[in-house]
């Protein structure tokens, strides 16, 4: 096996453990998990092995993001190649942890993260836009409903008939 196919082995086996580790933190509420391990830890290493690999390999790569001819040719290389697997591996991953933040933070139904997340890992842009139409779909649903109100901001005639 080459280094550039033990790079590659190395950083999906790692993407795979942070993606588990990031359900499950969005399962048990692990903040701490999130921040660290899938936000921190492995898009570090991700992106410290693509730097390595831009740095010592991105001079003989032709430069032409004009043209979807010019992108190919640049990907030509295992080298670049590789690394642009490690950047989409990388920005998926912060991406999925950016997510299961929001589920947390607007509390809702963690239940609707198991379409989500694997649609992030296995295909970003689609498990995003899912992502996007339940925030919107939810947002939706609570401004179509009226707000319910405290019994300090009902009408009097309310009030002095639940209390009769």
């Known amino acids: 096996m080459t280094s550039l196919e033990a790079v590659f082995r190395i950083a999906n086996f790692g993407a795979v453990i942070a993606w588990i580790v990031l359900a499950v ?4 509420n692990w903040r701490r998990g999130l921040e660290r391990f899938c ?7 991700l992106a410290v092995a693509y730097l390595v690999l831009i740095v010592t390999h991105w001079s003989g790569a032709p430069v032409d993001f004009g043209s979807l001819a010019g992108v190919g040719a640049m990907f030509r290389q295992p080298q670049v190649m590789l690394a642009g697997w490690l950047h989409y591996l990388a920005f998926d991953l ?19 993260l198991v379409p989500v997340l694997p649609l992030l ?5 689609a498990g995003w836009l899912l992502f996007q139409a339940i925030r919107f779909a939810r947002r939706e649903g609570t401004a179509a409903r009226p707000a319910a109100r405290s019994p300090a901001t009902r009408p009097a005639a309310a009030r002095a008939k639940k209390s009769a």
């Open 25 to 28: 933190a969005a399962v048990l």
């Open 39 to 45: 936000g921190g830890f492995v898009p570090l290493l």
């Open 94 to 112: 912060l991406i999925g942890v950016m997510v299961v933040e929001r589920f947390l933070e607007d509390r809702m139904p963690r239940i609707l």
């Open 121 to 125: 890992f296995f295909f970003g842009p």
